[in-house]
């Protein structure tokens, strides 16, 4: 079988115990044949440790490792990968069963796609608050005011090369954010399947929830490390910018009416009432 028909797919894993065979299984059914499951145990505890010796079958390459962070784990796992295409998915998240099958497609014959994924399930801890999102793709512009990716997506791994792999040093999260602006910088655009073929867990704790809470150091980072292209295009980012907080300030006023109706209807209530009794 030929590097450029192979997938790697490659699952940093860390404490996952619960979630990490749902992850392997929805890769090993895939419809596409031709891939590979890497696993990189990132110093994981006992529990996480004993799941996957039980998986260890499923499992084309497990490497263990001590704890180095998310970008330290896809970044070894990519470096042992036969696959020219790089498939990257959370331990805690998986595909449906056709993802591989129609991104391969669509990387191979669109001439500029660099990243794909798809439209996802957000799935919460706390049931019946999912919903489905919709990232938009698009180029380095894009991406420059927010992530229109998934960090489970596919790209090839020659690109993963050219621009230097994940930042290592992004340990509190927005690695792949930071990693896709890199990866379009020159060229090519992230394309997106539009079908809900990924399972997105937004749970406590987890690294998303941890680097929301330290964001805007993250972004001033990313800006930072990428001033040039920044500096380019900060008239549309400026722009997206106040496009949000517009947007903020309307669901500010709509929730300040809603409040106001719902206390004046509270206190109006029983004014009505007596109304009604005596007037």
């Avoid at 860390?14 to 890497?38: C, P, W």
């Avoid at 498939?87 to 660099?114: G, V």
């Avoid at 993963?160 to 340990?171: A, I, N, P, R, V």
Wanted: aromatic share 10%.
């Amino acid at each position: 079988m030929e590097s450029n028909n192979i997938i790697s797919i490659i699952i940093p894993c860390y404490n996952d115990a619960k979630f990490i065979e749902q992850a392997i299984d929805s890769v090993n059914n895939q419809t596409y044949l031709y891939k590979e499951i890497i696993v990189v145990d990132d110093g994981s505890n006992k529990e996480t440790k004993a799941v996957l010796k039980s998986l260890r079958s499923k499992i084309d390459i497990l490497i263990t490792q001590e704890n180095a962070g998310q970008s330290n784990a896809r970044n070894n796992g990519i470096s042992q990968a036969k696959g020219d295409l790089i498939l990257t998915l959370d331990s805690d998240d998986y595909f449906e069963n056709t993802f591989c099958e129609k991104a391969i497609n669509l990387i191979k014959t669109e001439k500029d796609a660099k990243i794909v994924t798809c439209f996802a399930n957000i799935i919460f801890e706390m049931a019946g608050n999912n919903y489905v999102y919709k990232p938009q793709g698009g180029n380095v512009k894009k991406f420059l005011s927010s992530n229109n990716s998934f960090g489970s997506a596919m790209f090839k791994k020659s690109d993963w090369l050219k621009c230097g792999g994940y930042d290592e040093s992004m340990t509190s999260g927005f690695e792949d954010w930071e990693f896709y602006i890199n990866l379009l910088r020159k060229s090519g655009s992230a394309e997106v399947i539009p079908e809900v073929l990924f399972n997105y867990r937004r749970r406590e704790g987890s690294t998303t929830s941890r680097a929301n809470k330290v964001k805007y150091q993250l972004i001033r980072y990313i800006y930072n490390k990428h001033k040039d292209i920044v500096n380019i295009n900060c008239e549309f980012i400026i722009d997206n910018l106040l496009l949000k907080l517009e947007k903020e300030d309307r669901e500010k006023i709509k929730i300040t009416k809603r409040l106001e109706y719902t206390i004046g209807a509270f206190i109006l209530k029983p004014l009505r009432w007596i109304k009604s009794k005596f007037g």
